[in-house]
């Protein structure tokens, strides 16, 4: 497996990051969590954006804000199961389960 692949934020741009946390905490909160004026004094994501890229302490508080928000550890989100047991969607559950156990 490559690092990348074992890095939980591969693949989500900077700009998914932040417009997400923006839409989930606001830039008051933000700035509050992120002490820096793009957060504080007119914010922009355009602004931001460019601050962030620029600065690595600010954009890996960011990136680890981001982490603990939205993302659950790859164990949280394996489905386990036996080889060779075909495993469906419940429909009332939206668990996964063996196909003969499976409740419709």
């Known amino acids: 497996m490559s690092d990348a692949n074992k890095d939980p934020l591969h693949g989500i741009t900077l700009e998914k990051m932040l ?3 923006v839409g989930r ?3 008051e909160e933000m700035g509050r969590v992120i002490p820096v004026r793009c ?3 007119n914010p922009s994501i355009k602004s931001s954006l460019a601050f962030l890229r620029k600065t690595p ?4 508080q960011l990136e ?3 982490a603990s928000t939205f993302k659950r550890p790859a164990a949280a989100r394996k489905i386990p199961h036996e080889p060779g047991i075909v ?5 009332v559950s939206g668990k996964q389960v063996p196909e003969d156990t499976a409740a419709d």
């Open 25 to 27: 905490f606001g830039w």
């Open 87 to 91: 495993a469906r969607e419940n429909a």
């Open 57 to 60: 302490w600010a954009r890996k």
């Open 39 to 41: 957060f504080t004094v």
């Open 19 to 21: 417009t997400d946390m």
């Open 64 to 66: 680890e804000g981001y």
